[in-house]
C-alpha cells in the first residue's frame, strides 16, 4: 500500500497514577528522521521509542512530543545542606563586622539562600513505567501509519491517472514518427532542386537522404523505453511499500527518454506532445515528493 509522507498520529498509556501522551508529526523529507522531545526524566527510554517508530515508518521527518500527566499525589522530599547554611551563616557574621552592622541573622534568612533546601522528586522506575509508554508509542504509530495509508491512497490514484495521460502521449509520439519520415520525404521531394537530372528525381539519391534521415530521427527505442518506465512506475504504485525513492529514479530516467525523443523529432507535432510530457512528467515528480 502506497504511503503519504504527511500525517498525524496520537497514543496515550498510563500506569501508576502517571498518563503517558505521545504526539506524532510527519512531513515530507527525502530519509528517515525522529526527533523527539520528552520529560527529562524519560530520557534514557528515547532509543526504544525512536524504534518502535522507524520500525513503521520508512521515509519522512517525524517529530514526537511526549508529554507526562501526574493523576495522583505527587510525594517528594526536602534536604538541608547544612553545611552550605553553615558557611552563609558565618559569610553573614563576617560581613556584620566588616561593615559594622548589628543584629541576628534569622532562620528565615538562611532557607530562602540558593541550595540550602534541595527539593529533590523521588527517581523514576523506568522499567515500571515503559509498558505505559510503549502502549502510548505503538497507539501514535499505529494512528499515524493509518492516516498516512488513507492519504496514500488518494495520491496512488492521481498518479495512476497520471501514468495513462502519459501513456497516451507515448503512444501518440510513436504513432507519429513514421509520418514523420514520410513528411520528410514529401518536402525533399518538392524543395530539393538539387537532386534533379535532366528534369526527373535522382531517386536513388533521394532514398538514401530519406533513409539517413530516418535513422537519426527513429524514436523507437526511446518510446518503448518510455513505455517500460510507465510500466514499472504502475507495478509500485499497486504492490505499495516504500517506492517513493524508486519512482524518484524513474521519473529522472522518463525525463532522460523524452529529452532524447525532442532532440531527435524534428516535427512540430511530436514537440508539442513532448512539451505535454515533460510539464505532465513535473506534476508526476512533485507528486512523488510526497509519496513514503
Same mark, same amino acid.
Given at each position: $500500500?502506497?504511503?503519504? $509522507?504527511?500525517?498525524?498520529?496520537?497514543?496515550?498509556?498510563?500506569?501508576?497514577?502517571?498518563?503517558?501522551?505521545?504526539?506524532?508529526?510527519?512531513?515530507?523529507?527525502?530519509?528517515?528522521?525522529?526527533?523527539?522531545?520528552?520529560?527529562?526524566?524519560?530520557?534514557?527510554?528515547?532509543?526504544?521509542?525512536?524504534?518502535?517508530?522507524?520500525?513503521?515508518?520508512?521515509?519522512?521527518?517525524?517529530?514526537?512530543?511526549?508529554?507526562?500527566?501526574?493523576?495522583?499525589?505527587?510525594?517528594?522530599?526536602?534536604?538541608? !545542606?547544612?553545611?552550605?547554611?553553615?558557611?552563609?551563616?558565618?559569610? $553573614? #557574621?563576617?560581613?556584620?563586622?566588616?561593615?559594622?552592622?548589628?543584629?541576628?541573622?534569622?532562620?528565615?534568612?538562611?532557607?530562602?539562600?540558593?541550595?540550602?533546601?534541595?527539593?529533590?522528586?523521588?527517581?523514576?522506575?523506568?522499567?515500571?513505567?515503559?509498558?505505559?509508554?510503549?502502549?502510548?508509542?505503538?497507539?501514535?504509530?499505529?494512528?499515524?501509519?493509518? $492516516?498516512?495509508?488513507?492519504?496514500?491512497?488518494?495520491?496512488?490514484?492521481?498518479?495512476?491517472?497520471? +501514468?495513462?495521460?502519459?501513456?497516451?502521449?507515448?503512444?501518440?509520439?510513436?504513432?507519429?514518427?513514421?509520418?514523420?519520415?514520410? !513528411?520528410? /520525404?514529401?518536402?525533399?521531394?518538392?524543395?530539393?532542386?538539387?537532386?534533379?537530372?535532366?528534369?526527373?528525381?535522382?531517386?536513388? /539519391?533521394?532514398?538514401?537522404?530519406?533513409?539517413?534521415?530516418?535513422? /537519426?530521427?527513429?524514436?523507437?527505442?526511446?518510446?518503448?523505453?518510455?513505455?517500460?518506465?510507465?510500466?514499472?512506475?504502475?507495478?509500485?504504485?499497486?504492490?505499495?511499500?516504500? +517506492?517513493?525513492?524508486?519512482?524518484?529514479?524513474?521519473?529522472?530516467?522518463?525525463?532522460?527518454?523524452?529529452?532524447?525523443?525532442?532532440?531527435?523529432?524534428?516535427?512540430?507535432?511530436?514537440?508539442?506532445?513532448?512539451?505535454?510530457? #515533460?510539464?505532465?512528467?513535473?506534476?508526476?515528480?512533485?507528486? +512523488?515528493?510526497?509519496?513514503?
Amino acid at each position: $500500500m502506497i504511503k503519504s $509522507m504527511t500525517g498525524y498520529g496520537r497514543g496515550e498509556g498510563s500506569t501508576c497514577n502517571k498518563k503517558f501522551t505521545l504526539e506524532l508529526r510527519a512531513v515530507n523529507h527525502r530519509y528517515n528522521e525522529v526527533v523527539l522531545r520528552l520529560p527529562r526524566s524519560l530520557v534514557p527510554l528515547e532509543d526504544r521509542i525512536r524504534r518502535i517508530i522507524s520500525a513503521r515508518v520508512a521515509r519522512g521527518r517525524i517529530d514526537g512530543y511526549l508529554s507526562l500527566e501526574e493523576c495522583g499525589e505527587k510525594t517528594a522530599s526536602v534536604k538541608v !545542606d547544612k553545611a552550605l547554611a553553615s558557611a552563609y551563616y558565618k559569610a $553573614m #557574621k563576617e560581613l556584620q563586622e566588616s561593615v559594622g552592622i548589628e543584629g541576628k541573622i534569622k532562620l528565615k534568612q538562611l532557607v530562602t539562600l540558593p541550595g540550602v533546601l534541595i527539593v529533590e522528586e523521588p527517581a523514576e522506575d523506568l522499567d515500571l513505567l515503559w509498558p505505559a509508554i510503549q502502549e502510548a508509542a505503538e497507539g501514535a504509530v499505529a494512528s499515524l501509519v493509518q $492516516m498516512r495509508a488513507f492519504e496514500g491512497e488518494e495520491l496512488a490514484k492521481d498518479l495512476l491517472n497520471r +501514468v495513462e495521460h502519459l501513456a497516451r502521449l507515448n503512444n501518440t509520439i510513436r504513432d507519429r514518427s513514421p509520418v514523420v519520415v514520410e !513528411d520528410y /520525404r514529401e518536402r525533399l521531394q518538392n524543395r530539393l532542386s538539387d537532386f534533379l537530372k535532366d528534369g526527373s528525381l535522382d531517386m536513388e /539519391r533521394l532514398t538514401g537522404e530519406v533513409v539517413l534521415f530516418a535513422e /537519426r530521427s527513429n524514436i523507437t527505442e526511446e518510446t518503448v523505453r518510455l513505455e517500460s518506465h510507465l510500466n514499472q512506475v504502475r507495478n509500485c504504485l499497486l504492490t505499495g511499500e516504500s +517506492v517513493g525513492r524508486k519512482l524518484d529514479f524513474l521519473i529522472q530516467e522518463m525525463n532522460r527518454e523524452i529529452n532524447t525523443i525532442a532532440s531527435k523529432a524534428s516535427d512540430l507535432e511530436i514537440s508539442r506532445l513532448v512539451v505535454e510530457v #515533460k510539464s505532465e512528467l513535473e506534476k508526476l515528480r512533485e507528486q +512523488v515528493q510526497n509519496i513514503e
